[in-house]
């Protein structure tokens, strides 16, 4: 008892080691990852990666996969999946390239693509909420289902809009401030929106509770089904908004536009620390996410690393930065570092 | 409190021909009930006897397989019920499952459907962070150290989970307070603030659904008695009515006249 | 002066196409990497999975990095490589292409005449004894994307021989793993007795699959004309029991040694605009013998 | 208390409609949706599917995806992931092949490959019990690590193996009996055996109770961690088996091999029935979700669906085949369908 | 009961200098405890004390973070104890947090971690319903209808749930059975049956931990009396040393000197 006041939860707080309240803060592990990454990188590559120029390649090129990360954290925090993302970026690439072709629309073209991509997402949802399939099979099917979709209404069609780059829209998402790729910052802008939603507003309260729980959040009177639906509609417009850029940016459209994101996306989004199990996850980390599985290729090509082990390397780096991640915000949740601790304070 | 107007009858819930089955297993047939304002109502039973079943029809947890369900007099369409819109008729429940978001912290817990937000729905997590505080210092007195409202709920004790529960149906005023074994997993001083907080609705004029197996408790706080026995009602009175021993026996006899 | 032609010092980011080892990547690594050695190049290759957006960012990754030489897969199309080719041009990086040409932009382009390859492909079916009138299936991809201009070709030849032909999409699953496309084109070949011939306008592994799909279908050896690409051990075997009829082949091993060679020419003396039609190799029964040791070292 | 004796549970038994008791019985319903998905094909392919060949055809193709997975139903029942299975299947091919090639091994080869499957399904098996990365995120980088170790190790060669077909190894595996795949058998025995452990093992218990809740199945005295590294190393050594039987169907090894499977065999386990919550599944149900996917294409394909149609028709039948089958089992958990129960009644 | 061979002190399980932290939270202090044969303890205090902590780590669910734990006068290597380690020394509990598993049956939960099997590991299936049908009926005695051993035990109510768990315990004869708030959310009769299984335990020559907020059940059935505060042991007494009224005196008495 005359413990007592050494174990104020304050005083305790205060007595944690520094690095432990640094990593508390979110999104600050994986930060140190990435910034451990770039360096081991700039060492093995400083031709590449002491320039400006592979840094503006990347925020050129990693809005539209990490945009679509950041909706999938959504999804998965409210304990759901979404595998149909690609399909909607090609189907709202498609509407934007072809309205903008045939009819030399540009904003219109932009709010038709964006509709597009709310009403699949809305699909989805839908199937989700009516007819009970689990959300990893509905988007499997719709992956299918919308891909097939968009090929049949472009019959295969690649659409090439090299003049878009004069418009007024062009500029506005995917033009040029000096070197810096403007859509890097509506990136940053969705980044941040969605923090606020998902930490602060009722909504993103709500999304947490149902991914925690289906039936407390119910019981506490979530509108479950309501709540769902929003999130794969939001899925949809998010991934319709990074179909908008990826066109703008690459100035194409072609119909398997989008299914290169399926794996990158995923990784990107539990690679940033979202729990897989929903009820948690963090929008900084997603953010960094992307980023590390945009550099981690780039970077070993660079480095020289030939051919075949790139592949493993992806591999090994993946693994590497999830360990690290997780143990530099708490190395017992490492269950082989806790033994190892375990055993040597024996 | 606030008065309801218009065709107020007086009336909070009335049941009519309640049933629920959950497949072939009917929990609740035939009921017939009504709670009135102002009154506390025990609510008695038998494990599997249809208790927790009863809260959620009334609660709009679960749809009733058939039968009416009024409350505060209009009637409420079956399927077209929700927690919320008993929310917003002022029922406020403690469920016997768990009813907490276990990854989410203490603060979150408390406000979660019913948040403190601006217009846009922004939460206002200074001032909820403030009342939950406030609220689980005073109400429930948690003593153990390095608890906050913080903490995650999944690491709080059971008991600890409990006072979470109760602290939120204290708080939110409601015309209707529903305790599906609130005691459970409480220390004895605990069990005796939320049998003052029963006596204190009864005070403040609001009414309560207490259910309990310590019909001690139950035959202290209530103004009236119901007893379930395998989803049916088997006994509706005034506690005045019954003495403490006589419950007792009767709900003993339940076992024998019918296994 | 030493008038050998070398490359020291130079590096040189390349584009191989699909994935490390990939049946139709392979030649063509091997190939750049023999270039690279004789010539005392840096290698810097590039694997995108055969996928067009991810090509596109790795052009502009390796235009980070500032090498010497890019050699890039054509199949992100002129336009959206223009911003790419600009700033190449701009900085003094020589581009080079393979496997699937930039049209209009002038730049050493080694690999297929894609469209004429296709054509080949029909016309050696045709003349393997295609009829005007007979019934063939086509299965590929009809998607206007680079790759599908040997489907294209491959129609047009059996249009003008008067060939009726179903058009059969294969999935993304079959071309990752062709057994898949076994029961697919059985049953279709079961429904369709009346057909006489297969033809795989650009995948050697469905190619080599083939003898399975006709075993399946119970259809005896040399009963059907089958036109396949790229050639492959096990193609090899369906060669020898008559199974497979011909085989383009677009020998990708060029495709990997020669832009190599060009971005040295180019970048020592000036020497632009080659071209080279990688794609004159047909393999029949009669004339395949040769080529098996080349294929198991993977070069061919 | 007069209705007493009608309620009595056994009568109330033998009250429910006989549909309902006939669609109790395991995979019974998925098994009434993959007849009326053939006998729709009979109807439009009647050339094709009243013949015996194109079921011999699905038969020696069916087999791999099949085993595949059967064994990732053990792991979703666990409530884990697998996603390096492709890789696992490339890997143990290419030492089978390359044995066989090289040393004329048979047997010793296929002992060879299965250990290979085995060590690299432990190897999963340790990361997610000692570093405590969620499995999903462990197996999308070991998908990449194996595939570019086997990539680097087989220098990216493709190996074809067309003596195999004479020797014993073939004949017992993959041989024919008349004209049935042997292969078939094998499926058949290990969906049999995969069956019984699963619901008549101690270890499959252990793997329910884990799926179910984790803490649980720690609380009540299994050795979560030991369990869990069992089930991948077993998904790691049917990945082996089914690696070995697809090389002795298609005489040939290459490195992509099983890649395909990749969505295939996760969309035969969920459209089986399999909970993605992990806790419950079903073997029968897997059989036959196998038997759906490996059969929609090719039916649609021989009832003269043309081009880019199928992907659309692919997804299409995903979702009717899911609908039916939980309708079936039960209509009320599909929402759309309790609702309209529920408003029919009033 | 059988006895254990040789170096047997006639402790079941001793606790030395135990401590446990969850991050900054520490549940136990110091805790030094020892369980004999033959004796019925009663473990007590506060929500958040530390008894269900004290359980844990005990059963080898939870590591300690520091101390000496010794089951039938053999030290357990921190780390190297387990829930099945726990069970082989015939230490059998019922935890208070969830342990059944809510998608499987009533008799898979019945038998769980120590199934009925052959040499091969096949469970037997009909011996273990046929079991967990006597011990249902018999024990626990459910009057509701529909329920079965094949019955998922996520459909039960709590207290057909809590019935499960203490079968369980009953039905595997252990040398210590550990008991954490065993009659939450059970009728009447069934609380009862829960004391008389205590008392059972008794006279079979067999040790028990019995963790209870009814002051009132603990006193009438325990040998000895063990008050856990904030981690610490603030009490350990015989029994007959101390009456129900002083057993709540003091326990009340302990929020007066330190809050
Ligand atoms: N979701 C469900 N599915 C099937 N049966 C259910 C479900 N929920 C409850 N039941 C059954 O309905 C009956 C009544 O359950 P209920 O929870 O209402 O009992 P209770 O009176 O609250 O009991 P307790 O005192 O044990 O909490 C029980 O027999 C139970 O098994
Ligand atoms: N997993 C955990 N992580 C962090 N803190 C925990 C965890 N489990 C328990 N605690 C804390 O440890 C303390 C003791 O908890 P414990 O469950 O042992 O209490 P208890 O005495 O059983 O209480 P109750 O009577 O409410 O069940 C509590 O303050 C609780 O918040
Ligand atoms: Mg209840
Ligand atoms: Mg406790």
Known sequence: MAMQTTNDPSAAGLRLPISRRIFAVEGMAILAVFALLIGIFMITAPQTFLGYRIYMTFLANVPPPMILALGL?????????????????????????????????????????????????????????????????????????YGGLVTIVSGGLTIAIPSVTDTGIHAFFAGRIGVLPVQALWAVGVAVLLWFILNRHRFGENVLFIGDNARVAHVVGIRVDREKLKIFTLMGLLSAFAGVLLTLETTTYFSSQGMGYLLIVVASVFIGGTSIFGGSGTIVGTVIGALIVAIIEAGLVASGVQGFWTRLLIGVVFLVSVTLNTALEDPDRVPLFKRIRLRMKR | MTMQAGEDSGELVRMENIQKHYGKVESLRNVNLSIGRNEIVGLLGDNGAGKSTLIKVMTGVEAPTAGKLFIKGKE??????????????????????????????????????????NRLGFIDVKAEKRIAEQIMKSTIGFRSRGISVDSTVGKLSGGERQGVAIGRAMHFDSDLIILDEPTVALAIKEVRRVLDFIQSIKAGGRSCIYIEHTLANVHEVADRLIVLDRGEIALDTQKSAMSLNELTEFLLSLHRVRH | ADPALTGEGMTVYFQMGGNPGDSATLARELGAKAAADLLKVKLMPQYAGWDQQKMLEQANQALAAQPDAIVVMGHSGTDSMKRFLDEAKEAGIVVVTNNTRLPGTGLSYFGLDNYAAGKLLGEQMIAAGLKSGDKAVIYGTFEQTAHADISRGTIEAFDAAGVTYDKLQWSNEAVQDPSLAVPVIASYLQSNPDVKAIAVPGHSGITAVLAKVMEAAGKEPGSLITGGYDISPLTIDGLRKGYVTVVVDQQPYLQGYMPVLAAVLQKRYGIAGLEMNTGGGVFTKDNFEWVVPLVEQGVR
């Open chain 2, 76 to 117: 409420v369409e079956a399927g077209g019920h929700s927690v919320r819109q008993a929310q917003e008729l002022r029922i406020e429940t403690v469920y016997q499952d768990k009813s907490l978001g276990e990854k989410q912290p203490l603060w979150r817990n408390f406000f979660v459907g019913r948040p403190i937000t």
């Open chain 1, 73 to 145: 954290t959504f999804v998965v925090v409210a304990g759901e999946m979404d595998l149909s993302f690609p399909s909607i970026v090609a189907f709202s690439s498609y509407v934007f390239a072809i309205l903008f072709k045939n009819y030399e629309l540009t904003w219109l073209a932009f709010g038709a693509a964006l509709l597009v991509g709310v009403i699949l997402g809305f699909i989805n949802g839908v199937i989700v909420t009516q007819l009970g399939i689990p959300s990893m099979i509905t988007t499997l099917a719709t992956l299918f289902l």
